[in-house]
């Protein structure tokens, strides 16, 4: 009588064979598929970190890579080199190989010479034998194996001339991108150059090119500022003939209107004037203020004190 039993073949296969079947230390491959290029790590033989003096200076360098093809998973070093023959080569080979390598430097380039192994890469099915009384069978093992074999050298001195065109397209990036914010700060920030308060005169002496926040001030002071058409109640027409004590009038120039100054004598008050900065003898508006609203205005530029105002009348 025949007496069966279930015979499990690395964890993940069943087949039914008789009691006598063992598991032999024979391997092969069943198939292999190409997965592509794989590296070790890179080595620098020569370099060159000062700059090449002249155009065509040359960097060059005897290069040794020490080798070792590999396979992965838990299998004894005689299993390994059993492989060889359904594999196509040995996966426990480990070696070096050694060459020349040069490359032509243009004056100040720098550069590194570095190398690595290449190794192709397989991954396989592998095949384990069992045999019995009467019994010869090849099953498959379960999981995939991963196979390096040493190909060729591979150098990097290409990808450091990359590495320098990235470095300066970073760079050039980098202003491209200063300047655009700059030009939507002038855009949308600051406004136009009519905005800015162009021009002061004090007892004198023109003031020119102030500043963004000093022109917004007294832009806004002024907007505060009733102004009419005529002469306020109260004020007469200048008098030309009249002499004068003070300094010369107090004249602020901001968005092409010529704002002047003027102590009122029966009064505080200061009265405002407001013209065309092209034709200022032409006088738009009138605006009648106190003197602490003058001296708000005054702070905002150079500051002139109310009693060096020049008259009206």
Sequence with gaps: MLFCNFIKVNAADTF???DDVVATSAYRVKSKKYIGLTYGSFKTFASNVSGAKTDNEKLSTTISISY??????NLSLSIKKNLKATMGFDVT?????????????????????????AYYTYNCKLERLYTG?????????????????YSHIDFEDKLLIIKEIIW???????????????????????PSSNSYLLE????????????????????????????VDHLPD??????????????PSYTVVLKGNAYRFYRISNSSDVLVT??????????????????????????????????QLDYWN
């Design 234 to 247: 109260g004020i007469q027409k200048y008098d030309e003939s009249k002499m004068r004590y003070g300094s």
């Design 200 to 227: 002061v005169t004090a007892s004198g002496e023109k003031k020119k090119g102030y500043s963004l926040y000093k022109s917004t001030s007294i832009s806004n002071k002024l907007k505060d500022v009733d102004f």
């Design 93 to 117: 080979k480990s070696s070096a190989v050694s060459t020349e390598y040069s490359i032509n430097l243009k004056k100040g380039q720098k550069c590194k010479i570095k190398a690595r192994p």
């Design 16 to 18: 039914e064979l008789g």
């Design 168 to 190: 300066n397209l970073k760079k050039t990036i980098v202003t491209i991108i200063v300047c655009l914010l700059i030009a939507v700060v002038a855009v949308f920030v600051v």
């Design 133 to 149: 009384k009467g019994i010869y069978i090849w099953r498959e093992v379960s999981g995939t194996y991963t196979v390096k074999n």
């Design 274 to 307: 407001k013209s065309n900065k092209s034709d200022d003898s032409k006088i738009k508006e009138y605006a009648r203020v106190n003197k602490d609203s003058f001296k708000k205005l005054a702070s905002s530029t150079n500051y002139v004190d109310y009693d």
């Design 68 to 73: 070792s093809n590999s396979i992965s998973g």
